[in-house]
């Protein structure tokens, strides 16, 4: 959802530490992204771990999140180079001279 919206996924925790018995390790762990919405985040304590392997954490760190654009976002006036309308009420840009 937050990606579709523009937002961008930023891993941030690419490690767990689980204890489990050694045939038990798993190879990865499936996170499901789609819900999220720009700003929301997955914690360590929200991992889906299959019977017998158990995440072990001390803090309850983040995971993955949505991040808001970075882009600024540019008016079609400023896209076609021309200067935006000055505010109301603030005063008029001075007319440019040729030396």
Do not use: W, Y
Not at 27 to 47: A, C, G, K, R
Not at 74 to 79: D, G, L, Q, S, Y
């Amino acid at each position: 959802m937050g990606v579709a919206l523009g937002g961008i996924l930023q891993p941030i925790q690419r490690d767990v530490e689980v204890e489990c018995l050694p045939t038990d390790i798993p190879e990865f762990l499936e996170v499901d992204v789609t819900p999220l919405n720009i700003h929301d985040t997955i914690h360590v304590s929200q991992l889906a771990v299959r019977p017998g392997v158990r995440v072990c954490f001390d803090t309850d760190a983040a995971v993955v999140a949505v991040l808001p654009p970075t882009v600024e976002e540019v008016r079609p006036a400023e896209a076609a180079g021309l200067e935006a309308a000055p505010a109301e009420g603030a005063p008029a840009a001075a007319p440019k001279t040729e030396s």
